[in-house]
């Protein structure tokens, strides 16, 4: 029997969120994405938000990540990330070991951050470099936002910054790595060719993509195409 029911349970707690109410260090699930190469290993993203937020425009939210290696029979904890949120679309795998993910703003004193792992989720390396690129070129420190995370090699990759300066205009930056993520520099222009660097994990008709998820009523839908067996995990955490 899977523990992943368990795990969620325990990952939805944070202490992080305000205490004033009981319900306020409650998470609920608000995004999932299931990512995964091979039958045995997957990588399963989960975001959590309070269920009592500030208000209808403040819901703060953490990022988990869980890792299987027995196909799915036991789960555990890699990272639990909170600065912001995390959009699944700013999730990039280069290989079937190394992948990188940023996180949102979502409240004041919350900002790009970005995540990476050369061991598919086992172990995971955290930098502020976008946010301080950003800031560097006039940025508000308490607003700013990155998007289109993508990586050519192991090294170089290109990322869009966006925030506002002093007098409330846009600004818009493109940004570029030679060293995994750690440090940007602005560069004028994005090339052509960042538009062909896709996660291999977003590859729909690569059949190394063996794993998918459904929410369904009964819970958490889990399924690996490569035997085409269905798992239903029951929903630790609900809207309901």
């Known amino acids: 029997m899977s523990n992943l029911s368990e795990v969620l349970s325990q990952a939805a707690i944070n202490p992080d969120f305000p205490t004033d109410n009981p319900d306020s260090a409650i998470a609920i699930i608000d995004s999932l994405e299931l990512i995964g190469f091979s039958p045995d290993s997957a990588l399963l993203f989960v975001v959590f938000a309070e269920k009592a937020p500030?208000?209808?425009?403040?819901?703060?939210?953490?990022?988990?990540?869980?890792?299987?290696s027995d196909g799915g029979n036991n789960w555990r904890l890699t990272l639990d990330a909170t600065q912001g949120s995390l959009v699944k679309e700013e999730i990039f795998f280069l290989n079937e070991t190394q992948g990188w993910f940023v996180t949102q703003w979502q409240?004041?004193?919350?900002?790009?951050?970005?995540?990476?792992?050369?061991?598919?989720?086992?172990?995971?390396?955290?930098s502020s470099g976008i946010h301080e690129a950003i800031t560097a070129k006039g940025g508000i420190v308490s607003?700013?936002?990155?998007?289109?995370?993508?990586?050519?090699?192991?090294?170089e990759g290109i990322v869009i910054g966006k925030t506002f300066n002093v007098e409330g205009e846009n600004i818009q930056l493109f940004l570029k790595t030679n060293d995994g993520g750690q440090t940007w520099?602005?560069?004028?222009?994005?090339?052509?060719?960042?538009?062909?660097?896709?996660?291999?994990?977003?590859?729909?008709?690569?059949?190394?993509?063996?794993?998918?998820?459904?929410?369904?009523?009964?819970?958490?839908?889990?399924?690996?195409?490569?035997?085409?067996?269905?798992?239903i995990y029951p929903a630790a955490i609900s809207n309901g």
């Open 54 to 68: 500030l208000s209808s425009s403040l819901m703060r939210t953490h990022t988990v990540v869980l890792k299987t």
């Open 143 to 155: 607003f700013t936002e990155a998007q289109g995370l993508r990586f050519k090699s192991e090294q």
């Open 185 to 231: 520099q602005e560069i004028n222009n994005i090339p052509a060719e960042y538009f062909t660097w896709n996660s291999i994990h977003s590859q729909v008709f690569d059949f190394s993509h063996t794993w998918q998820i459904t929410t369904t009523v009964a819970g958490i839908l889990i399924s690996k195409s490569v035997d085409l067996l269905a798992t």
């Open 107 to 126: 409240v004041e004193a919350t900002f790009p951050t970005l995540y990476s792992t050369t061991d598919f989720g086992e172990t995971w390396q955290e």
